[in-house]
């Protein structure tokens, strides 16, 4: 038991250590909620246009890989590291934005009907089992 404790206690160590490094990872996960929402929201508002839940990812990405190239040939400097960070989210928040467009489609995937064929009658069965058996004499 006393091993049990001293490991959660120095775990809560590392876990205060840290905080102070999380304010981007929150960030982070606030921008990736964000855009998992409102792709959420463009699905459910339009339903019948399939292809308008990818948008907010595409966006997403899009703004990303734009401040990427934006900081591109200064990309150690001090200045563009924010922009830099920018980057990384919005790169991340866009694939993620992505990959939930598709899990909604697969799960949303509409079904379709198979028409029935009508099923023979006894009668038509043996009549064209006939035809068939004459057909090959």
Known sequence: MDK?????????KIMIELAGYFDNARFMLTATAGVALMTLVAFLIFRKLRFIKYLPGLIVLFMGVYNFYSVMHVLTAESSLQVLLMAIIGVVAGLVGLLFALVLGIVAKPVKRRKRRPRKSPDTVSASSQSESENKK
């Open 4 to 12: 049990l404790t001293s490991v959660i206690i120095s775990l809560k």
